[in-house]
């Protein structure tokens, strides 16, 4: 019996797939019944997710990914909640402009959101 391909080449294949169709985007217009699913932005002032993101954001992932099966026009915007006290925080610890530590790190929860 063959040995079934990595799991991390099924995720990039579909993924790939997904993007280039555009799976996830919501039609401007569409006559289908629409939803509409949001939770809070998370807010990249660390290094990456932790547990409470997955909890709420991948929770809601689900769901609407039902609505979607279901027919339905599903707009489910994520953005980043940033700046504030927790990133000048984190950027004096580790001696970067907050900026740039922003940038730093929405990069990598986007990079760990899809993967998820």
Do not use: C
């Not at 099966?69 to 980043?80: E, I, T, Y």
Request: zero cysteines; a positive charge; aromatic letters at 12%.
């Amino acid at each position: 019996m063959p040995n079934p391909r990595p799991i991390h080449e099924m995720e990039s294949k579909w993924q790939a797939k997904w993007a280039a169709e555009k799976t996830y985007k919501a039609e401007t217009g569409a006559k289908n019944e629409k939803f509409f699913g949001l939770v809070e932005f998370p807010f990249p002032s660390g290094e990456g997710l932790h547990v409470g993101h997955t909890r709420s954001y991948f929770a809601l992932d689900a769901y609407t990914r039902r609505q979607r099966m279901l027919g339905k026009n599903v707009m489910f915007p994520m953005g980043w909640d940033a700046f504030g006290l927790p990133t000048e925080n984190f950027a004096i610890k580790h001696k970067v402009r907050p900026q740039d530590a922003t940038n730093k790190n929405v990069a990598n929860f986007k990079r760990q959101m899809q993967s998820m």
